[in-house]
């Protein structure tokens, strides 16, 4: 039965993941994976956006999409390169930059929702198991 497998348990505990994580995001004007490309520009500000869709991993459309949201939200703002002016480099505006905290504090109380339940050991064990599974493309 599919419903026994670890795959079905994983997409369960990933909806839930994905839906707790957009309402606590919801009242700081963020979408789900919005974070993920600030959380970029927080480590680097500047980038491309050939240089985020390689570091987020996704398509893109999806970098585009989403750097056009974040620019109507007043978030981020494109600049040509001063070297290559067919390239546009992404900076974090003040208001970008004063999501990184609140975002943090997001993600430090899903993560522990996520692990109540259970001792320092076994918090240990899953986020190293997490991070053992090999991904294949």
């Not at 993920?36 to 050939?50: A, V």
């Amino acid at each position: 039965m599919l419903d026994e497998t670890l795959t079905y348990a994983l997409i369960k505990v990933m909806k839930k993941h994905r839906n707790q994580m957009a309402a606590a995001l919801l009242p700081l004007g963020l979408h789900v994976g919005q974070e993920l490309l600030l959380n970029q520009l927080w480590r680097e500000d500047g980038l491309t956006q050939g240089e985020l869709i390689a570091r987020l991993g996704v398509e893109p459309p999806t970098v585009t999409k989403t750097l056009q949201r974040l620019e109507r939200a007043g978030l981020v703002y494109r600049i040509p390169d001063p070297e290559r002016p067919r390239v546009g480099r992404v900076h974090l505006t003040d208001a970008g930059k004063a999501l990184r905290e609140p975002v943090e504090e997001v993600w430090n109380r899903t993560d522990e929702d996520l692990l109540r339940g259970f001792d320092a050991e076994e918090r240990e064990l899953l986020v190293r198991l997490f991070r053992a599974v090999p991904f294949h493309s």
